[in-house]
Structures are given as C-alpha cells and as structure tokens.
C-alpha cells in the first residue's frame, strides 16, 4: 500500500500545482552556489527535514537565482509571475529583482491580473480539488481527506496563497520535491520553486505582497519571444539568433583560417 501511495504522490509531483531546430540550453557543471546547498529545517512537527542540495545539473542561466535588470512597471516588493516565460522577479528597487526560475503546471496558466498574498505556510497540507478527483480518481482520489505536509507532498516547503477580493484564487506559489522541473513545462499544479528559492522568498515576503500573474501578451511584451529547447526548458528566441549568427561567422572563418597556413 504504501509503494502505491507514492506512485501516486510522485506521479503528482512529477505532473503538478518556428521551424529552426532550437538551440540546447548549457547546463552549469561544477560547484553549486552555497544558497542551492543541503538544509536542514523544521518539518510540520517540529522534526528535522533534510532538503537536499540541488544538482548542479538543474542550475542553468534561467533557472537559478539571480539578481537581473528589470523593465517593468512594477512597484519594489511586487512579486511578478511569468508562466510563458517560466520565470518569476521580485522586484526590487533601482530598475532590478532577483530572478527565479519556476516549473508551471496547467493551472499556472488559468490566471492572470493582480493579487496579493493572504496565507503563508511553512510545509503546508495539500488536498486535490473535487475537479481533480471526478476526472482522475485513480490518482486523486486516496487523497480526498487532503495530505499532511512532509517530504511526500507535491507542494514542498513551502506555500504562498493567492487572494484575490478577498476570495482564494486556488493558485499557489510552493516548492516542490521535484527539482528536475523547474525550469519546465508540467501538467498540473500552479508554480514551483525549488525548495531553498521558495523558502527563503517566503521569509522575504509577507502577507498583503502584491503579486502581478502576466499573460501571454505580457510575457511577449517584456520578454519576448521565446523558443523551447530539446531538453524542455524555453530561452530568448534572440539567443538562437546570436547562437546561430555565431556558427555561421565560424563556418564561413574556418577556410580562410586554412587558407592563411602557409604550404609546406
């Protein structure tokens, strides 16, 4: 019973909340930057969690933590959720914020516009919506009396709880215990951070935040466009050009490169 039951929470987690050959994104390699290391934290009862280091393998350019220019229109202290482009800024002052790369899951498309932050919990309980367990029972339905937080919940460490007028807007801003997604598309679920990203932004934000959801039209406007790489993860589709403008400089120097040996 128990192997099913994690089938099941993991099936979740790994699911959840142009005719140019697109260019693969670089992973990083090497050491892993000392915010993406191990921790340990208090779990819903009080005992250690251990949260495993993210591999260095996951941290590409997009997806790890940075701190970048920022063009929008957004106050410092706003939290603005790209789903399009899989990016998420805390906006910060002088025309900067801190980016993050998130996963996005089929609801993570399902809002857009303002909201603010209402709840905020620290290894937070999950249940699935009565839409979910009418259309997927076999995966949803064990869970109908929700599921306790822990290293088995899809949502993570942590979980930010998005109102709008008062009323839950249902979309979520947590962690997740899959850390091979972020970056990526999903199928279901809102938006996922890594753990150590969602946990420290949690400390950083309270209640009242003003979060800002873009749409499409949004995320082509301050991002633009965008291509998918093989591997999954979307880039600026101004860096395949400068990619492929690169090789074609290269082809074309290589003969005259030759050229300029000398005979022997």
Request: with cysteine; proline share 8%; glycine share 10%.
């Amino acid at each position: 019973m128990r192997f099913a039951y994690l089938l099941a929470v993991v099936a979740f987690g790994l699911s959840a909340c142009g005719s140019t050959q697109p260019t693969s994104i670089n992973l990083a390699s090497g050491d892993v930057p000392a915010i993406y290391n191990a921790r340990t934290d208090a779990g819903p009862n009080g005992e250690p969690i251990e949260i495993p280091a993210v591999r260095a393998a996951y941290l590409n350019e997009r997806n790890k933590r940075q701190r970048v220019p920022y063009n929008g229109p957004e106050a410092p202290g706003t939290i603005v959720v790209d789903p399009y482009a899989r990016v998420l800024y805390h906006v910060m002052e002088n025309g900067e914020a801190m980016r993050f790369g998130i996963a996005v899951g089929r609801a993570g498309k399902g809002f857009t516009g303002n909201a603010v932050i209402s709840v905020k919990k620290r290894w937070p309980s999950w249940t699935p919506t009565q839409n979910m367990i009418r259309t997927e029972p076999e995966l949803y339905a064990q869970f109908a009396g929700g599921l306790p937080g822990g290293v088995d919940n899809p949502l993570g460490s942590r979980a930010l709880y998005l109102y709008r007028g008062g009323r839950d807007t249902y979309y979520r801003i947590h962690g997740t215990m899959d850390p091979s997604s972020i970056g990526k598309a999903t199928s279901a679920g809102c938006i996922r951070l890594f753990n150590q990203d969602i946990m420290d932004l949690f400390d950083e934000t309270g209640k009242g935040t003003r979060v800002t959801v873009r749409s499409q039209a949004d995320s082509l406007r301050y991002e633009g466009p965008l291509i998918e790489t093989p591997e999954g993860y979307v880039i600026p589709a101004r860096e395949q050009a400068q990619a492929t403008a690169a090789a074609e400089t290269s082809e074309t120097q290589a003969p005259l490169v030759e050229s300029a040996v000398p005979a022997r």
